[in-house]
């Protein structure tokens, strides 16, 4: 049980281009899920919290017009890139947090962003 | 100072060793402690969840807590090159916003055959 997906897994794309990344629950819902950026080596740098029904929470230092946050079902979260450029490439990670569940949160596979 | 500190290694063992990995916090609030596994390239998978201090035992994993040191633990018996991996300890408070988690820089580990 607490199955994460994430979709694409691994994207290309030209700068300027936006990028759209899927995080879907499989079989839980998920009021709350968040989305990380991870670079190599490194560990996991949270971008922004996503409630369902709600706008997202961003962290200090994250543009909400550049990583636009939609969650529009208990199941599904999506992150869009705007406006690519290079520096955005990076390890792109969701997680979930079971609807009346502890404090544990399920991690999506992760995609990888290229921008060119 | 960062508020979880974790020695990112790399550790390098032979198989069939204990391994102990370790990770300090400074935040005395932290009350959920998680272990995570990620292997290159992949999502993190949970290992391990404990609340408060004390021991949890799951198959050759052992989580330790003891908040009165700050001081949280995993260890592997009989390691296996398959737990080759990169493990990150986590944490979150009862009051942190949104049930972030806290996460150490994460140790890579090496087991040789």
């Known amino acids: 049980g607490a199955v994460v997906s994430q979709h694409p897994s691994r994207v290309i794309c030209k700068s300027g281009t936006s990028v759209k990344i899927e995080c879907r629950s499989l079989d839980f819902q998920a009021t709350t899920m968040f989305w990380y950026r991870q670079f190599p080596k490194q560990s996991l740098m949270l971008m922004a919290t996503?409630?369902?029904?709600?706008?997202?929470?961003?962290e200090q230092g994250v543009e909400k017009d550049k990583f636009l946050i939609n969650h529009a079902s208990l199941t599904l979260s999506t992150l869009t890139v705007t406006s690519a450029h290079p520096e955005d490439s990076s390890f792109y990670i969701c997680?979930?947090?079971?609807?009346?569940?502890?404090?544990?949160?399920?991690f999506g596979p992760g995609t990888r962003l290229t921008v060119l | 100072q960062k508020e979880v500190e974790q020695d990112p290694g790399p550790l390098s063992v032979p198989e069939g060793a204990i391994v102990s990995l370790n990770c300090t916090y400074s935040n005395s609030a932290f009350q959920y402690f998680m272990w995570y596994r990620q292997y290159s390239r992949k999502g993190p998978e949970l290992l391990m969840y404990t609340y408060s201090s004390g021991n949890k035992e799951d198959g050759r994993f052992t989580a330790q807590v003891d908040k009165s040191s700050k001081y949280i633990s995993l260890f592997i018996r009989d390691s296996q090159p398959s737990d080759s991996a990169t493990y990150l300890c986590?944490?979150?408070?009862?009051?942190?916003?949104?049930?972030?988690?806290?996460f150490g820089t994460g140790t890579q580990l090496k087991v040789e055959l």
């Open positions: 996503s409630n369902e029904g709600s706008k997202a929470t961003y």
């Open positions: 997680s979930a947090r079971v609807a009346g569940g502890a404090d544990t949160q399920y």
């Open positions: 986590a944490m979150s408070s009862l009051t942190g916003g949104g049930n972030k988690l806290t």
